[in-house]
């Protein structure tokens, strides 16, 4: 016989273990181990790595900059995420200031009962920062020239 104890755990919005914008580097081993528990099935991350090109053009470096206020918008994006998806549990860092090829620019991480439940939050937690945070980057190219580029 199987049952679904699932039904005995009232479901709620999920819980933020952490969010914030900070200029020290951050790892998805960091993330993973803020948002596994016991009651999680399974643990997704995304690192968004700084790469050495864009548009056909090679990038030496970035550097990010963020609004006054980006910790206030981090927070309400990744409450409404947590809202849509309960029982999860989730982290997300993103870094201003100078970056390097291979850096992580954003790592997030979301913990469920089931594997499907983390993806799917972790794909939301990611879209909805890159969508939604006022953080602008200058990436810097081999060629001597600069572009802005606008919200991650």
Known sequence: MVTDSSSSIPASAGEVIFCGVRD????????????????????????????????????????????????????????????????????AAHRIGELQIGDAALVAAAAAAHRGEAFEACRDLVETIKHGIPIWKEQFFADGTSEWVGSA
């Open 24 to 91: 020290t580097p951050i790892t998805q081993d960091e993330a993973w181990d803020a948002v596994e528990s016991e009651t999680a099935g399974a643990v997704v991350t995304f690192g968004g790595i700084v790469r050495n090109h864009d548009g056909g053009r090679n990038v030496l470096r970035l550097s990010y900059t963020a609004h006054p206020d980006v910790d206030a918008h981090l927070a309400e994006l990744i409450n409404a995420v947590s809202a849509r998806h309960p029982g999860t549990r989730l982290w």
